[in-house]
Each structure stands twice: as structure tokens, then as C-alpha cells.
């Protein structure tokens, strides 16, 4: 069904690699803002003497930043190969459509948990205690939080028509979605129509399932933010394969 | 360079009623063709004359409005998955990945078929093969179009698409594609492709069909569309000695222009040549310059369509 699948995604891998600012922005830049923020604040649990508390969570912004460099990443090259013919000429082949989006899918999840690694190395090395908390349960809530904010990337990648546009039109959505997303201050603290637009996005859910999970509390306990990114993903992947132009 | 065959050459191609439009435009109209096994077809005419639209109508990649399509045998869309495996496609002006290697994308596409050929004899053939570690972006236009004919080919399809393939190649660049597209073509291949050049028309193809605003306007072996639309030739003498009143007698001559020196012969079919020159030599006008000019692809399509192709 998936034929050409793992070979696609590994030579798409190889030539994401051969791209030096992409891979560095990728994995690097989350990295660096969550080391910034976390010498700002007190981000080790145990020691209270360290600074201020931040009036967010860190981890938690920095998972939701490689999230959408992931997304962003993701747009910038659908509608690059499209613009440049190369989803057309695969098109010609057996290579089949689902086939091309889910190998790119797959390479952002797997730069994704790569890059939540290091940022689980970066917080073992300057702030001990820091990240104490289920580790692959939390890792879980970001790759789902990531696929179901990817798949709004679908659909950016879709309607906007040429690359140029495609970036600074994903982050002119995708910032926005974070300010409201409930990791700054209580979604409930926005005026109600704009809560009702928070409540539909799927960064908020991200955050709510990234936060509970943070807290201690169960999957199961999450399952309406759970939910949530499910639909959004499978609205969004409907929507997209509607709307998707491959030229 | 003509194709021969003995008794009905078959159908590979097979073109119906062909139309389809975009919004309010009619890219294509009522297009019908059919192209033979073992030969190079050509579909020439201007920029958006439909030439690439109907291409992709036959290769499946399109939805015609109205129309049958027949390749292989199979219908384009109903069947696309049967025909992927025994067509080979080329898009204009088609891109690759910056950063992917020429061997990787051979090996993409071997991946992708249920059968392929050997890769690297593909790249030797092409002369690609001090490519092979290269990445698509620092290819040249000819090496890019190199490849794309490698990638069209790596499964052995039966027919081969090729649209604007030399476009944008200087004419060296353009020679070597040439002569492999006759090489595929003399290994028992069919090869369907288009092009607004008419150099290439008349060099390449066994038989083309000229399109026009979406229309099929004539369709032959370029000899034969020469012969019979542009018979009439053209013969430039120049001379000192003499006046256009000199040329009466002239056997199939039409009409003289020229001013002192330089006179325009131009009369009917092609004995017409010889026919000057008998005449000069047997009236014993000395002559300082003597040239002849023989109809093209270019003039039949101006002659058809009253226009030229780069208008």
C-alpha cells in the first residue's frame, strides 16, 4: 500500500540533513530559548533561591515551539515542491499522494522527538530537577499535540498559493494560536468570542493535555484536550484532501 | 530518419473528441489523433495552444471533458494505475529536490516500479554517470533533462511522454538530447512529445500534428505536410547584368521581385530549381550569386494558422 514509503522517507531525511540552517533552526532553536528562559527563571523545582518563577511553563513553550517548527517546516516544503513541479512529477508515479505526506509527517514526528530529546538533555545538564516529571508520557502529549497541529499545516500548505507567502503566512497563524493557547494566562481570561476561537484550536488542547500531563494527571483524566487534537486532525486531513493542490 | 513499417502499424495511442477547458477558456477542442508503436509523435505549436494540456490528458494526469482516450489500450483515468507502469513521463519545465543525489532519485524510482531496469547502465547511456554523487541544483539544464529521461525510463515503459523537453538548451545540449530521443525511438520505443520549435519538429519526428488555439489543424510526416501545403520554392539570384523582365520564359516561374542586383524567383514544386538553373545557364545570364530556399515545418504552420509560432 505504502510502496516507496520507507525509501522516500529516507532520502527526503537525507536531503532534509543537507540543509545545515533548516536542521539547525529545527532541533537548535528550542533548545536555545528554553536554556534563555530557564537562566531567567526558576525552573529547578528544588531550589527556590535561583530567580523569579516564570509566570509560564518553559518546558512547555519550548515543546510547543518545536511543534510549530516542525509545522512551519513542514509548510515551507510542500508548497516549495509544489511550486517547483516536484509533487507533480511524483505525482506521475506510483508513489501514491497519502504516501508523500505521511513519509514528511513522519520525518517532522521523528525531528520533533529528537528535538524534545535534546531539550530533556539540556534540562539534565543546567537545571537538575527541572524536568521532573513522566517523561515518555509527556513526550507522547507533544508528538500528539505536533501531528494535530501539523495537520493544520496541511492545510495552510493547501490554500497558500505560492512559498513565499507560505512561511510568514504559517506563523502570522501559528504565533497567534500560541498567545491564546492558554500557556500565558487562563483561556477563560479572554473576552468570549475570542475564547470560543481559543477553544476550537488545537495548540490550546496541546497545552491543556501538555499541562495536565506536567501535573501529574492521567491520560484518561485528559481525554476531552485528547480528543480534541484527534478531530482536529482528522477535520483538518479531510479538509486538506479536499482542498489539496498538487500543482 | 522516416519510419517504416509494413502493412497497418498499430495503435498505441488512440485520441477521440478530445476537450477540456479551464473556467471560461478552451484549452482544448474536439482534438482526435492516433499515434503508431515504434515512432516519434510530435504535437507542435505555440505556447498555450493546448499541447500540453491534451499530453495530460492523455497521461492521465487530467480529467478531459469530453472524449475517449486510449493508451496501451487502457483508459488514462480508470486505469492509471495499470498504465503508470508502461508509460514514461516527463513534465516541462519539472523540478527535484535542491539537495537529492542523481543516484538517489534513480533509486527513488526504481523503488517505486514493479520492474526496473539497471540503474546505473540508465546513467551511463545518458552520460550520467560522473553525476551520480551530484545534487539536482548544480546540474546543468541538459543534465537535468538527462535525468528526467532517465527517470521516465527507469521501469522500460513501452511509451515515452516528452513535453518541451529542449526548451531553454543551448543547441549543443539540444543535438544530444535529439539523438537519444532517435535511440529510444530505434530500441522499438514510441515516443509522444511536444514542441513550439520546428527545428526540432522536422528533426526529430516521424510524424507531427500542428495544434492551433486548442485545435488539431493538420497532421503528416513533415516531408509530406511540406509537399503538400508549401510547394511553391524560392530561388534568390543575383545578378548586375540584367532586369526582372529577364526571367520571362522562366518555365513554373510565379512572380520576380528584386530591385537592381538581388532578384527573388519564386515559382511551383520542386523541379522548379533545376528549372532555373537550366534557364541561366541555356540564356547564358552571368550570375554572382545563386541560392535556394526551401519551405519548413515554419511555413506550412504559418500558411495553416496565419501566424507564426512565437506570436
Not at chain 1, 497519502?98 to 524534545?116: E, M, R, Y
Not at chain 1, 501559528?174 to 494566562?185: Q, W
Not at chain 2, 529542449?166 to 532517435?182: H, K, M, N, V
Request: glycine share 10%; net charge neutral; with cysteine.
Amino acid at each position: 500500500m505504502l510502496k516507496g514509503f520507507w525509501k522516500l522517507t529516507w532520502i527526503e531525511t537525507k536531503v532534509f540533513m543537507r540543509e545545515p540552517m533548516g536542521v539547525l533552526g529545527t532541533l537548535g532553536i528550542p533548545v536555545v530559548i528554553f536554556i534563555v528562559l530557564g537562566r531567567t527563571f526558576r525552573l529547578d523545582r528544588l531550589d527556590a533561591s535561583s530567580g523569579p518563577e516564570a509566570p509560564f511553563n518553559v518546558p512547555i513553550l519550548a515543546a510547543l515551539l518545536i511543534a510549530v517548527g516542525a509545522v512551519l517546516s513542514l509548510v515551507a516544503i510542500i508548497t516549495i515542491y509544489r511550486e517547483g513541479g516536484i509533487l507533480k512529477r511524483l505525482r506521475a508515479t506510483p508513489l501514491s499522494p497519502i504516501t508523500i505526506l505521511s513519509a514528511h509527517v513522519f520525518i517532522k514526528l521523528v525531528f520533533t522527538a529528537l528535538s524534545f530529546g535534546l531539550l530533556v538533555l539540556a534540562g539534565r545538564r543546567f537545571f537538575p530537577g527541572a524536568l521532573d516529571v513522566n517523561l515518555p508520557s509527556f513526550a507522547a502529549a507533544v508528538l500528539l499535540g505536533t501531528l494535530s497541529i501539523l495537520s493544520l499545516g496541511f492545510v495552510i500548505a493547501s490554500v497558500v498559493p505560492t512559498a513565499r507567502f507560505a512561511q510568514p503566512i504559517g506563523a502570522a497563524v501559528l504565533y497567534p494560536m500560541i498567545a491564546v493557547s492558554g500557556l500565558f494566562f487562563p483561556v477563560d481570561a479572554l473576552a468570549p468570542a475570542l475564547r470560543i476561537i481559543a477553544k476550537t484550536l488545537p495548540t490550546t488542547h496541546a497545552v491543556t493535555l501538555m499541562t495536565g500531563i506536567w501535573n501529574g494527571s492521567s491520560w484518561a483524566a485528559e481525554w476531552v484536550s485528547v480528543g480534541a487534537l484527534l478531530l482536529v486532525f482528522v477535520v483538518c486531513l479531510a479538509v486538506s484532501t479536499r482542498v489539496f493542490r498538487w500543482e | 530518419m522516416a519510419h517504416v513499417s509494413l502493412g497497418m502499424p498499430k495503435v498505441v495511442i488512440s485520441v477521440s473528441g478530445l476537450g477540456k477547458r479551464y473556467g471560461a477558456t478552451i484549452a482544448v477542442a474536439d482534438v482526435s489523433l492516433e499515434v503508431h508503436e515504434g515512432e516519434i509523435f510530435g504535437l507542435i505549436g505555440p505556447n498555450g495552444a493546448g499541447k500540453t494540456t491534451t499530453m495530460e490528458c492523455i497521461e492521465g494526469l487530467r480529467t478531459p471533458d469530453s472524449g475517449t482516450i486510449a493508451v496501451l489500450g487502457l483508459d488514462p483515468r480508470r486505469e492509471a494505475a495499470a498504465l503508470q507502469q508502461r508509460i514514461g513521463v516527463q513534465h516541462q519545465e519539472a523540478q527535484l529536490q535542491k539537495r537529492i543525489k542523481v543516484w538517489e532519485a534513480i533509486d527513488l524510482w526504481s523503488a517505486l516500479y514493479s520492474r526496473s531496469t539497471e540503474g546505473e547502465e540508465l546513467l551511463a547511456r545518458l552520460g550520467l554517470e560522473a553525476k551520480r554523487n551530484a545534487w539536482f541544483m548544480t546540474l546543468s539544464g541538459g543534465q537535468k533533462q538527462r535525468l528526467f529521461i532517465a527517470l521516465a525510463m527507469i521501469h522500460d515503459p513501452e511509451v515515452l511522454f516528452l513535453d518541451e523537453l529542449t526548451t531553454g538548451l543551448d543547441p549543443q545540449a539540444r543535438r544530444t538530447i535529439w539523438e537519444l530521443i532517435t535511440g529510444i525511438r530505434d530500441r522499438g520505443k514510441t515516443v509522444f512529445l511536444t514542441t513550439h520549435l520546428m527545428e526540432e519538429a522536422e528533426r526529430l519526428c516521424d510524424r507531427v500534428a500542428i495544434i492551433d488555439h486548442g485545435r488539431l489543424v493538420e497532421v503528416g510526416t513533415p516531408a509530406d505536410l511540406v509537399a503538400r501545403h508549401c510547394p511553391e520554392r524560392t530561388v534568390v539570384v543575383t545578378s548586375d547584368e540584367i532586369g526582372p523582365g529577364r526571367f520571362a520564359g522562366l518555365p513554373g516561374l510565379r512572380t520576380v521581385t528584386g530591385d537592381g542586383s538581388v532578384y527573388r524567383l519564386r515559382g511551383e514544386g520542386e523541379a522548379f530549381v533545376t528549372q532555373v538553373i537550366n534557364f541561366v545557364a541555356k540564356e547564358g545570364i552571368r550570375i554572382t550569386g545563386f541560392r535556394s530556399e526551401v519551405p519548413t515545418l515554419e511555413d506550412v504552420f504559418l500558411k495553416l494558422t496565419g501566424h507564426g509560432i512565437r506570436d
